[in-house]
């Protein structure tokens, strides 16, 4: 059940019921979407040595730095390919707000709730430096995130999406967290590492090709 579309200059036979090849420099993935539409029930967990700092004009460079350190072993890419201005201008809107994790006195994570579309709310960006996963702080840092997003009287929907290049946790993750599947797509996009914009030896289980 084949199907055409465009990757590149070239165009690629889609195939519904098989394998399609992806054209060297790209990376493939399976994108899911997940939404939740009341706040689940409070998890308390142990909150020491943590704490969550709402980052406000968040400057460029603080911000790709720590979004390097996170999602470097995921190919997270989008802000670094993104104009300094368009970076900017995300940054400064107050409907954009960036959340700083601190675990035992140094940045940790990051979490990013995207306020433009005030019933709909999307949870832009959620992560941990290498060294704090598997030690709770996310459980915890999405906690502190559901009561900042369900304290809004205008939420009705709160959505993220993630994919297989990203942790092989975060999918159950998310969903222990409260958020349902509800969509699923093909995301095939240039690799930012030969674009510069990672190391080339950034998230080996994923060959350069």
């Known amino acids: 059940m084949p199907c055409e579309t465009r990757a590149g200059s070239s165009c690629v036979t889609l195939n519904l019921d098989g394998y399609t090849p992806v054209p060297a420099g790209k990376t493939a993935s399976v994108v899911t979407y997940l939404e939740m539409r009341a706040r689940p029930e409070p998890n308390p967990r142990?909150?020491?040595?943590?704490?969550?700092?709402?980052?406000?004009?968040?400057e460029s460079d603080w911000y790709?730095?720590?979004?390097?350190?996170?999602g470097a072993d995921w190919l997270w890419s989008e802000r670094l390919a993104m104009s300094?201005?368009?970076l900017k201008a995300?940054?400064?809107?107050?409907a954009v707000e960036i959340y700083s994790l601190i675990r035992r006195g140094r940045e940790a994570g990051m979490v990013e709730l995207d306020f433009r579309d005030p019933e709909n709310v999307e949870l832009g960006y959620f992560g941990l430096v290498p060294e704090a996963i598997g030690s709770g702080a996310g459980r915890w840092m999405m906690e502190q995130a559901l009561d900042e997003v369900w304290a809004r009287p205008r939420t009705r929907r709160f959505w993220v999406h993630t994919c297989t290049l990203d942790a092989p946790g975060a999918l159950g993750f998310y969903q222990a967290c409260g958020f349902t599947p509800y969509k699923r797509a093909i995301e095939v996009s240039d690799d930012p590492r030969l674009a510069?914009?990672?190391p080339r030896d950034a998230a080996p289980?994923?060959?350069?090709?």
């Open 46 to 58: 142990d909150a020491t040595g943590l704490s969550l700092h709402r980052v406000d004009a968040a």
């Open 64 to 70: 790709r730095g720590l979004f390097r350190r996170i």
């Open 84 to 86: 300094e201005a368009d």
């Open 90 to 94: 995300i940054l400064a809107d107050p």
């Open 196 to 198: 510069g914009l990672l």
């Open 205 to 209: 289980q994923v060959p350069v090709l």
